[in-house]
T-cell receptor, first 116, second 112 residues
């Protein structure tokens, strides 16, 4: 079974440019998460999808960040315009269930963004 | 709010036991987890414990939970060089949400 796939693995852009990250979750996983991991920190949730619905986007900076999961499968996270402080690793994770009992989250390798 | 704290670094000699500690503040944690992150890789779930348990053992890994003190530990027996990585403690809160709250991570270095 393939794991969570993310692309690109690395991205270098100049500030004020737009950037997009793509995630393909594990087949059959209904819940998809985007996390931000700053250097030397643990991941922090940006947004959680259950199928195509964003059920928790309270930590997503909506002035410049947007996300979509149109068909309830793969997802795109966009930043426009990027700022220097956005340099970080963006992690995608997926889990089979949508609520209630424990559901293991499987993480992708992440996209390392550098904003110059 | 949720606050999960860990010490930043730990060094052990190969073959010794490692103990990584974590404290958390939210008493309504449902599950507590230990994740491993190797360089350039995503997080890998090592083990988890339900909040009504106080110990869980899985091969070389032993998790201890002191709910009164809100303290979680991960013991790795017979630590190997392949165990060198960053270890994250995380908690989930409530029964309806799957959101994880992570600590800052502990970098474990195993000295051959």
């Amino acid at each position: 079974e393939a794991g969570v796939v993310q692309s690109p693995r690395y991205k270098i852009i100049e500030k004020k440019q737009p950037v997009a990250f793509w995630c393909n979750p594990i087949s059959g996983h209904n819940t998809l998460y985007w996390y931000l991991q700053n250097l030397g920190q643990g991941p922090e949730l940006l947004i959680r999808y259950e199928n195509e619905e964003a059920v928790d986007d309270s930590q997503l900076p909506k002035d410049r960040f947007s996300a979509e999961r149109l068909k309830g499968v793969d997802s795109t996270l966009k930043i426009q315009p990027a700022e220097l402080g956005d340099s970080a690793v963006y992690l995608c994770a997926s889990s089979r269930g949508t609520s209630g009992v424990y559901n293991e989250q499987f993480f992708g390798p992440g996209t390392r963004l550098t904003v110059l | 709010g949720e606050d999960v704290e860990q010490s930043l670094f730990l060094s052990v000699r190969e073959g010794d036991s490692s103990v990584i500690n974590c404290t958390y503040t939210d008493s309504s944690s449902t599950y507590l987890y230990w994740y491993k992150q190797e360089p350039g890789a995503g997080l890998q779930l090592l083990t988890y414990i339900f909040s009504n348990m106080d110990m869980k053992q899985d091969q070389r890994l032993t998790v201890l939970l002191n709910k009164k003190d809100k303290h979680l530990s991960l013991r790795i027996a017979d630590t190997q060089t392949g165990d060198s990585a960053i270890y994250f403690c995380a908690e989930s809160i409530g029964t309806g949400a799957n959101n994880l709250f992570f600590g800052t991570g502990t970098r474990l270095t195993v000295i051959p």
